[in-house]
């Protein structure tokens, strides 16, 4: 069964940075996990949950327009480990931060993700 526990929320000031991180379980082997597409999402308080950027089969990243340029998604496959570097941040940021997965080999617009994490807080003042 796959796990993901993220870590690294916390609250910064705008114009601050930090490094959220996913670490996941349940592949046994590498190769799995490579051909996962796995993301970042968010959702702040009264608002629908939005999607921040995902890495899809191939290690390719993508981002939401708001975040272009300022976050930065990466896998470390060895250590089956999702980051997302956010620098910039503004107080636009601020909200829960969910790491998700796919079923291995399902495409990135494959549907809703199959696996999600317990989500780390992230508060960004002015």
């Known amino acids: 069964q796959v796990q993901l526990v993220e870590s690294g929320g916390g609250s910064v000031e705008a114009g601050g940075s930090l490094n959220l991180a996913c670490v996941a379980s349940?592949?046994?082997?590498?190769?799995?996990?490579?051909?996962?597409?796995m993301g970042w999402f968010r959702q702040a308080p009264g608002k629908e949950r939005e999607r921040v950027a995902i890495i899809d089969l191939d290690g390719n990243p993508s981002y939401v327009d708001s975040v272009k340029g300022r976050f930065t998604i990466s896998k470390d496959n060895a250590k089956r480990t999702l980051s997302l570097q956010m620098d910039s941040l503004q107080t636009e940021d601020t909200a829960m931060y969910y790491c998700?997965?796919?079923?291995?080999?399902?495409?990135?617009?494959?549907?809703?993700?199959?696996?999600w994490g317990q989500g780390t807080q992230v508060t960004v003042s002015s």
């Open positions: 349940g592949y046994p082997r590498s190769y799995a996990y490579i051909r996962t597409c």
């Open positions: 998700a997965a796919h079923r291995v080999g399902i495409l990135c617009s494959g549907g809703k993700f199959d696996y």
